[in-house]
T-cell receptor
Framework: GAVVSQHPSWVICKSGTSVKIECRSL??????MFWYRQFPKQSLMLMAT?????????EQGVEKDKFLINHASLTLSTLTVTSAHPEDSSFYIC??????????????FGPGTRLTVL | AQKVTQAQTEISVVEKEDVTLDCVYE???????LFWYKQPPSGELVFLIR??????QNEISGRYSWNFQKSTSSFNFTITASQVVDSAVYFC????????????FGKGTRLHILP
């Protein structure tokens, strides 16, 4: 299957700083990517849909000014956690949608980024 | 509204036992997809299966099998002759065509296989 990478795999930062997480589709182009957040021992919660060349669509309750998403190319979406606080500590997972070729648009998940805010 | 319920929060079985993970879903759409994912301690999601709503045939893949029953809106997952390496969190998930390819995850079942 297709491969999606995330960088970094883990990051520790101080409260008040901003952190950028990259999501790349390595062998296919993805006009749509998704960002999920997973707190310890909880499920994945969709945060936003990242659309190449346009604004991201955020799920209800997700602060768009806090979680900035940029999808500037067909293979890269970035999530920037601005002014991070300890409550933002979580596991962030992206997925990329592979479209075309079949009736179903397959979604491939990245390995995740563990963010710890001190 | 779409919803996925995994009533079993945590299950422990002894190695070589069979174990079934339950999944019940809700959707108003007639065309939808159901999934199972495995999440080992490393955190990376491992895709196990996708089923579309028009295919109720049960699936077997090695020690894994899935039972899809539209009449009860269930998509249960059975591991036969469990192994310690099967220890992980398993998520059942749903996607329907009206949600722009978004996937909704259940809360997951944490499976412990005891040696």
């Amino acid at each position: 299957g297709a491969v999606v990478s995330q960088h970094p795999s883990w990051v520790i930062c101080k409260s008040g700083t901003s952190v950028k997480i990259e999501c790349r589709s390595l062998d296919f182009q993805a006009t749509t990517m998704f960002w999920y957040r997973q707190f310890p021992k909880q499920s994945l919660m969709l945060m936003a849909t990242s659309n190449e060349g346009s604004k991201a669509t955020y799920e209800q309750g997700v602060e768009k000014d806090k979680f900035l998403i940029n999808h500037a190319s067909l293979t890269l979406s970035t999530l920037t956690v601005t002014s991070a606080h300890p409550e933002d500590s979580s596991f962030y997972i992206c997925s990329a949608l592979e479209t075309g070729g079949s009736s179903y648009n397959e979604q491939f998940f990245g390995p995740g980024t563990r963010l710890t805010v001190l | 509204a779409q919803k996925v319920t995994q009533a079993q929060t945590e299950i422990s079985v002894v190695e070589k036992e069979d174990v079934t993970l339950d999944c019940v879903y809700e959707t108003r759409d007639t065309t939808y997809y159901l999934f199972w994912y495995k999440q080992p301690p490393s955190g990376e999601l491992v895709f196990l299966i996708r089923r579309n709503s028009f295919d109720e045939q049960n699936e077997i893949s090695g020690r894994y099998s899935w039972n899809f029953q539209k009449s009860t809106s269930s998509f249960n997952f059975t591991i036969t002759a469990s192994q310690v390496v099967d220890s992980a969190v398993y998520f059942c998930a749903l996607s329907d065509l009206n949600r722009d390819d978004k996937i909704i995850f259940g809360k997951g079942t944490r499976l412990h296989i005891l040696p």
